[in-house]
């Protein structure tokens, strides 16, 4: 795993920022793999931006997001598709008919999962796939307890969860207790995983998912097991490490070795 430690939490949008552009650059038609929260929000603003400066073209990419509440349709203000319209899709030249969000609406979802897989399978797999982190060490909505085997799904949230994103709603009796969510299997199918995380509140979670054992219990612990995974964290989200000395220098080598061909 690489572990990038960047100042502060715009820096760290930075950095994902420049890291999605490479992968464009790179594969004009990548498949990208989006989230929502507090987190990523910044870094789809310097996305928007490097788009606005002609630095960036979506037209070829294809996208799919991790999770949605079930119950709420993608016109819902505090939906996921609504999240992403409004924090990115609608601000840059992404084909409309080439975004995917789960459908909070699906009445089948044991069906409507494996569409989702096989939608995500039609586009050839996911290139490049970004993450957060929930306070108990959740990626999407893969809560404590969830298999590392799973696949899109449902999945009943924390409380802790409902507790964290009760801020998006107006009071805490709306948020949703239910979401499809993509499953540690499809996040790890992924040929490349990248996790955003920023502030002292991760902090727990980022040390346990880093340098705690694999576990259920923490389902980004399971970017263990990937041979690409990219952490990309500001000094509060990184202070629970143990390494971080360690994971810094490597970086540092990282860099050099890029700038020098060494
Ligand atoms: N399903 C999302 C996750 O994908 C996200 O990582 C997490 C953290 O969100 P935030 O970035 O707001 O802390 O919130 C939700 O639970």
């Given at each position: 795993?690489?572990?990038?430690?960047?100042?502060?939490?715009?820096?760290?949008?930075?950095?994902?920022?420049?890291?999605?552009?490479?992968?464009?650059?790179?594969?004009?038609?990548?498949?990208?793999g989006?989230?929502?929260?507090g987190?990523?929000?910044?870094?789809?603003?310097?996305?928007?931006?490097?788009?606005?400066?002609?630095?960036?073209?979506?037209?070829?990419?294809?996208?799919?997001?991790?999770?949605?509440?079930?119950?709420?349709?993608?016109?819902?203000?505090?939906s996921?598709?609504?999240?992403?319209?409004?924090?990115?899709?609608?601000?840059?030249?992404?084909?409309?008919?080439?975004?995917?969000?789960?459908?909070?609406?699906?009445?089948?979802?044991?069906?409507?999962?494996?569409?989702?897989?096989?939608?995500?399978?039609?586009?050839?797999?996911?290139?490049?796939?970004?993450?957060?982190?929930g306070?108990?060490?959740?990626?999407?909505?893969?809560?404590?307890?969830?298999?590392?085997?799973?696949?899109?799904?449902?999945?009943?949230?924390?409380?802790?969860?409902?507790?964290?994103n009760?801020?998006?709603?107006?009071?805490?009796?709306?948020?949703?207790?239910?979401?499809?969510?993509?499953?540690v299997?499809?996040i790890?199918?992924?040929?490349?995983?990248?996790?955003?995380?920023?502030?002292?509140?991760?902090?727990?979670?980022?040390?346990?998912?880093?340098?705690?054992?694999?576990?259920?219990?923490?389902?980004?612990?399971?970017?263990?097991?990937?041979?690409?995974?990219?952490?990309?964290?500001?000094?509060?989200?990184?202070?629970?490490?143990?390494?971080?000395?360690?994971?810094?220098?490597?970086?540092?080598?990282?860099?050099?070795?890029?700038?020098q061909?060494?």
């Open positions: 795993m690489r572990i990038i430690i960047e100042s502060d939490a715009a820096a760290a949008a930075n950095r994902c920022a420049a890291l999605i552009i490479d992968q464009i650059q790179k594969k004009p038609d990548s498949v990208l989006l989230a929502t929260g987190t990523p929000v910044a870094c789809y603003q310097v996305l928007i931006e490097m788009y606005q400066e002609k630095l960036v073209s979506f037209a070829a990419c294809k996208s799919f997001n991790l999770d949605e509440y079930v119950g709420l349709a993608g016109d819902h203000p505090q996921y598709r609504h999240f992403m319209q409004t924090n990115l899709f609608d601000h840059i030249d992404i084909d409309p008919a080439a975004t995917h969000v789960p459908n909070g609406l699906a009445k089948d979802y044991e069906a409507y999962g494996e569409v989702y897989e096989q939608q995500i399978a039609d586009a050839g797999g996911i290139d490049l796939q970004l993450l957060g982190i306070t108990d060490g959740h990626i999407a909505f893969n809560e404590p307890g969830s298999s590392l085997g799973s696949r899109t799904r449902l999945k009943t949230l924390m409380p802790e969860t409902v507790q964290d009760a801020r998006f709603f107006e009071s805490i009796d709306e948020v949703p207790r239910l979401a499809v969510t993509m499953g299997g499809t790890l199918e992924s040929r490349q995983c990248l996790l955003m995380a920023t502030g002292s509140h991760k902090a727990d979670a980022i040390a346990a998912a880093i340098e705690g054992p694999v576990t259920c219990q923490n389902t980004a612990s399971a970017l263990q097991l990937h041979r690409d995974a990219i952490y990309v964290l500001d000094e509060a989200a990184a202070s629970g490490l143990k390494r971080q000395a360690y994971y810094r220098s490597s970086e540092e080598m990282h860099r050099k070795i890029v700038e061909g060494l």
